[in-house]
């Protein structure tokens, strides 16, 4: 299996930026495909963005399209999501999530779609 652990979240003022890590270790050899999800203060998780394994795939929230990136670096088995223009609205706890595919093209959009997470980071965004 595989662990995952955030980094890279904070207090920031609407309008700036943050860029979030999730380390992966333990079964990375094998192919995973990756997603960025978020949870805010009495709402569902709700998805943000997708990756697929070779990183040529991938998918974004409406809410966040043109504002986040997502991006891996296999060999240092770590996912990113850099975000601009950050908005109060943004605010949320943020998880990183993985599962193991078969294809290298594949990503997943629904948090039912990974087998693993992270413990989280918080990302607050102030007006």
């Known amino acids: 299996q595989v662990q995952l652990v955030e980094s890279g979240g904070g207090l920031v003022q609407a309008g700036g930026s943050l860029r979030l890590a999730c380390a992966a270790s333990?079964?990375?050899?094998?192919?995973?495909?990756m997603g960025w999800f978020r949870q805010a203060p009495g709402k569902e998780r709700e998805f943000v963005a997708a990756i697929s394994w070779s990183g040529g795939g991938t998918s974004y929230a409406d809410s966040v399209k043109g504002r986040f990136t997502i991006s891996r670096d296999n060999a240092k088995n770590t996912l990113y999501l850099q975000m601009n223009s950050l908005k109060p609205e943004d605010t949320a706890v943020y998880y990183c999530a993985a599962r193991y595919v078969n294809s290298g093209s594949s990503y997943y959009t629904t948090r039912y779609g990974y087998a693993y997470w992270g413990q989280g980071t918080q990302v607050t965004v102030s007006s």
């Open positions: 333990g079964r990375t050899s094998s192919s995973y495909a």
